[in-house]
């Protein structure tokens, strides 16, 4: 419950629309019971009455028809603005949520598993919805619907009162917190299983070439089967733990209705009570029962809404591993860098990069060769301070890294990566990622640099060409000439590579080098690579190993 406090400030932004959308669900359920007591008392009035006479129907028929507009308009405008204001409260949540993520997701923890991340970030956060429109919106309307029925019966039926209302306090409070406690270690299995079964799909598509070639599809299908019978286990596991409550309820509910009736029997039997109004009692305790059913129902969602609040906040309130300095440093308009006696390792582990020292000048083009794992990448990650070395320092134009704004950083280095995406939308739309005030002449001028201009120019829709997924219209090497031509559109003076390369032939790749050589000509470039580099494309080549330069 703790972590789903978190997110009062968020509920609190909506509090209008929740408000509203109570009110009209606590509406619908007194008219409800207004309906049923109404149609009780009705029937047994006029059959009691000899022919009907002295009897005014056309009053109680009214307010039967009445009650039943007024349930089925409240129930819609409740769904309407629940679902409204529950759709706002969603969308502040992610925005909440990935405010708090961008920061530590960089090398934050390597652990979390692409499935699970994405688990969290749809899933888990449309678990929240439940906290309102099926738990908490329907608690309080059952509650003060409780209290009135009770209040009724104390000036009618004194001792049925009592046991309606220990009846229905024990349906809607003591019944449903014995759910949620224990159903607690139930749910979070719930939440983390089906985030298992998730990983599991995704790790399925991504490796299903690969599992193919090697013949393990079988043992892949038994591991998902088994993770998805461990999912079953789990809801079924909730499921029972739901039913045995909702069994609970309907036991009060069944001494409520049997307990009123035999104190209405004998009060009847006194002239106490008019039998009409005995009847309409019975069917509105009857009615009010309703609300507890649908309780218990949510009650497990919110089990699962509460073990997803918990999963949220521990990816949002992970620890910042680079924050900006509170008195930062001004860009200087020097951009050599300079890597002094740098040593970094992840989370405690194996040194990756051990005394590292490199200087480069503005406007040289430097490649960074060697085996995978020597802290190449790594290298760049701290150039673009994603993360901060241990032991040493990196300057740029003589201050260092850590004494500026991350946002000033950025602005100064561009990125391509072995894994920058195309997104699904238009090639203007991807180059402008980098520089969202650029005009179609700069557009094409960086199409033109990095040598795709004319492919562009050949397609149907030119610059409003959609590229899908992943750009998968378009084939590996036009892509990595998009994402340079990108890189190209942004102002940094700065050009760092990852692996650009990588998926290329070598005609490609020779291409891409040279290409990259005029393109980037004034800008420094650091690119680091396993290909072999051309003759005349960069100005050094320098090789790491073992996180040394050498």
Request: proline fraction near 3%.
């Amino acid at each position: 419950m703790k972590a789903l406090l978190t997110f009062r400030k968020l509920f609190a932004q909506q509090a209008r629309g929740l408000a509203l959308a109570l009110l009209l669900s606590l509406i619908a359920v007194a008219s409800g019971v207004a309906l049923l007591g109404t149609s009780g008392w009705f029937i047994t009035a006029a059959a009691l009455t000899t022919a009907g006479l002295a009897f005014n129907l056309f009053v109680p028929s009214s307010m039967v028809r009445g009650f039943s507009f007024i349930r089925i308009l409240a129930r819609y405008g409740e769904r309407l603005s629940g679902h409204n204001a529950t759709l706002k409260l969603l969308s502040d949540i992610r925005g909440w949520l990935f405010a708090r993520l961008f920061p530590r997701l960089p090398l934050r923890d390597r652990s979390l598993r692409h499935g699970d991340l994405v688990s969290r970030l749809t899933a888990d956060v449309d678990a929240l919805d439940t906290a309102f429109l099926v738990a908490i919106g329907p608690i309080v309307a059952a509650v003060i619907i409780g209290l009135t029925l009770t209040t009724v019966l104390g000036f009618l039926l004194p001792l049925a009162a009592i046991v309606y209302g220990l009846s229905f306090a024990l349906a809607v409070i003591v019944v449903p917190v014995a759910l949620v406690i224990a159903s607690r270690t139930a749910g979070k299995l719930n939440v983390a299983r089906a985030a298992d079964a998730r990983a599991a799909v995704l790790d399925g598509i991504e490796g299903h070439a690969d599992l193919t070639i090697f013949g393990v599809l079988g043992t892949a299908q038994s591991g998902f089967t088994a993770t998805a019978q461990r999912l079953s286990d789990a809801k079924g596991q909730l499921s029972t733990l739901t039913a045995a409550a909702g069994f609970a309820v309907q036991a009060l509910a069944a001494i409520a209705l049997i307990g009123s009736l035999w104190l209405g029997l004998q009060a009847l039997s006194a002239d106490q009570i008019d039998g009409a109004v005995l009847a309409g009692l019975l069917l509105a305790i009857l009615g009010s029962f309703e609300a507890t059913s649908a309780i218990v129902r949510s009650v497990g969602k919110l089990t699962t809404a509460m073990a997803a609040a918990e999963r949220l906040t521990a990816i949002a309130e992970g620890p910042i591993l680079v924050s900006d300095p509170v008195s930062p440093a001004a860009l200087p308009a020097d951009t050599t860098i300079a890597v002094n006696g740098v040593s970094f390792a992840y989370d405690g582990g194996a040194p990756v990069l051990s005394e590292t020292s490199l200087t480069v000048a503005p406007g040289e083009h430097v490649a960074i060769v060697g085996p995978s794992g020597a802290g190449k990448s790594s290298l760049l990650s701290l150039l673009l301070r994603l993360a901060d070395p241990q032991a040493g320092q990196i300057t740029l134009g003589g201050t260092d890294l850590m004494a500026l704004n991350q946002a000033d950083v950025h602005r100064s280095m561009a990125l391509l990566s072995q894994d920058s995406p195309l997104f699904n939308d238009s090639i203007r739309a991807n180059l402008l990622i980098a520089n969202e005030n650029a005009d179609d002449d700069a557009l094409w001028d960086s199409l033109s640099s990095a040598g795709i201009a004319d492919f562009i120019r050949a397609l149907p829709n030119g610059l409003h060409t959609v590229v899908g997924e992943g750009g998968r219209t378009v084939s590996v090497g036009q892509a990595r000439r998009l994402c340079l031509a990108r890189a190209l559109l942004s102002d940094a003076p700065i050009l760092l590579l990852d692996e650009p390369t990588s998926a290329l032939d070598r005609v490609a790749e020779v291409g891409f080098f040279e290409t990259l050589r005029t393109a980037a000509r004034g800008r420094t470039v650091i690119v680091v690579t396993h290909a072999a580099i051309p003759d005349g494309s960069v100005d050094r080549v320098v090789t790491m190993g073992n996180g040394r330069l050498v």
